[in-house]
Each structure stands twice: as structure tokens, then as C-alpha cells.
């Protein structure tokens, strides 16, 4: 069974600093899905990024970036010139490739904290 | 669109009780999925739909939980009897197959207090 942890419950920043939050997981297959999610107070699910694990090129949003590296089996993220914005749970996921009968589900971390301190 | 539609967005019932949670997903996707969230597990999937068939319900917890998709458009999860245990927020997602990572968009949740 593939897991995802995520190291750091609880992570602060200054407003305008740059913060990284590391996931590591742990699977057998060699092709993949890694997806950062954000959470808010309002507890709304929302995709932040996603990687292809068969790109070797990493995932940028605007001010969100990964740093994935396959042989390690960690997705960082890096999020730069923090908002107040930003301040939410921020969830790391892994989802196998699709077998040919559709999509499959979500494995998540734990989660980590993100504070952002103005 | 209007998005994942969950209801009710909070239900608190009796121990013992039926608990009947409902999900609409995203017009033209194919795909939905069953989430729990609790404090001690965190975010754990409980059961998915393809094309309306069940895929992989090993994440239901107990034979107390069942879920239904009785067509494309509408699904349920049900708790009978509920438990104080079972208190989390349920989230339902559903995503489309469009040839790459299929993105899950989740519903607003609903929160469930068993007492």
C-alpha cells in the first residue's frame, strides 16, 4: 500500500518570506500522481499543484513550486513571498496511474500547519 | 458549474441512529469518491465509483457504512446505526477522465457529530 508523510505538523513564516513544506512517499509503481492540496478555515479542498511523475520537469503555479525528486521519493513544496492569504492545512497526495477503468483515489499526509506571521 | 454539491453541510444525530449524507457531482464527470476527515486518521478514502459501479470500497470502516450511485448524477453514503466514533466531516468528490492526471474536485464536506 502506498503511504504519503508529511514531517511537519505545524510550519510558520513571515509575510513575503519563502517557505517549503516536504512530503516524502512511499509506492511501488513507477508511474504516478503527486498533488499539493490547500485547506483553509473553511475546509474547501483546493488543488494548489500537481506533478506527473513521469516529467522530470518540476511543477510551477505562480508563487507554488515543487522540487520532486523520484529517486528520493519526495515532492517539497515551496511556496514564495508568503500571503496571509496562504495561511491554511496544506495536504500532500498520491494517486496511481490510471489501470484503464478510471480514475483512482487519494492517498493524503497528515497534513502540515502553515502560519504565516505578518 | 456549481461545483461538488454536498448535503446537509452539518447533520448532528443520536447515537443509533440512520445517517444519510448525499453528494451531486460535476456534470460529465465520470468518477466520484467517498473521503472522512477526522483529527486522529486525517483524510482517508472510504469508497469510489467509476461510471457509477463501485470500485474499491476497502476503505469503508464497518459494515454500518453503505454507499449507493444510482446514476451519474447522485450518490449517497449511508451510517446505520451511527456511532460517536463516525463524528468527522465526509467529503464527496468527483473527477472526469480527460487523457492525463485527472483532477478531484471535492465538495464543501459535511460535518457529522454523533451524540
Known amino acids: 500500500a502506498q503511504t504519503v508523510t508529511q514531517s511537519q505538523p505545524e510550519m510558520s513564516v513571515q509575510e513575503a518570506e519563502t517557505v517549503t513544506l516536504s512530503c516524502t512517499y512511499d509506492?511501488?509503481?513507477?508511474?504516478?500522481?503527486l498533488f499539493w492540496y490547500k485547506q483553509p478555515p473553511s475546509r474547501q479542498m483546493i488543488l494548489v499543484i500537481r506533478?506527473?511523475?513521469?516529467?522530470?520537469q518540476n511543477a510551477t503555479e505562480n508563487r507554488f513550486s515543487v522540487n520532486f525528486q523520484k529517486a528520493a521519493k519526495s515532492f517539497s513544496l515551496k511556496i514564495s513571498d508568503s500571503q496571509l492569504g496562504d495561511a491554511a492545512m496544506y495536504f500532500c497526495?498520491?494517486?496511481?496511474?490510471?489501470?484503464?477503468?478510471?480514475?483512482?483515489?487519494?492517498?493524503f499526509g497528515k497534513g502540515t500547519h502553515l502560519i504565516i506571521q505578518p | 458549474d456549481a461545483g461538488v454539491i454536498q448535503s446537509p453541510r452539518h447533520e448532528v444525530t443520536e447515537m443509533g441512529q440512520e445517517v444519510t449524507l448525499r453528494c451531486k457531482p460535476i456534470?460529465?464527470?465520470?468518477?466520484l469518491f467517498w473521503y472522512r476527515q477526522t483529527m486522529m486518521r486525517g483524510l482517508e478514502l472510504l469508497i469510489y465509483?467509476?461510471?457509477?459501479?463501485?470500485?474499491?470500497d476497502s476503505g469503508m470502516p464497518e459494515d454500518r457504512f453503505s454507499a449507493k450511485m444510482p446514476n451519474a448524477s447522485f450518490s449517497t453514503l449511508k451510517i446505520q446505526p451511527s456511532e460517536p466514533r463516525d463524528s468527522a466531516v465526509y467529503f464527496c468528490?468527483?473527477?472526469?477522465?480527460?487523457?492525463?492526471?485527472?483532477?478531484?474536485?471535492f465538495g464543501p464536506g459535511t460535518r457529522l457529530t454523533v451524540t
Open positions: 506533478q506527473e511523475a513521469y516529467k522530470q
Open positions: 497526495a498520491y494517486r496511481r496511474a490510471e489501470t484503464g477503468g478510471g480514475a483512482d483515489g487519494l492517498t
Open positions: 509506492t511501488s509503481e513507477s508511474d504516478y500522481y
Open positions: 456534470s460529465g464527470h465520470n468518477s
Open positions: 465509483f467509476n461510471n457509477n459501479v463501485p470500485i474499491d
Open positions: 468528490a468527483s473527477s472526469f477522465r480527460r487523457g492525463g492526471g485527472y483532477e478531484q474536485y
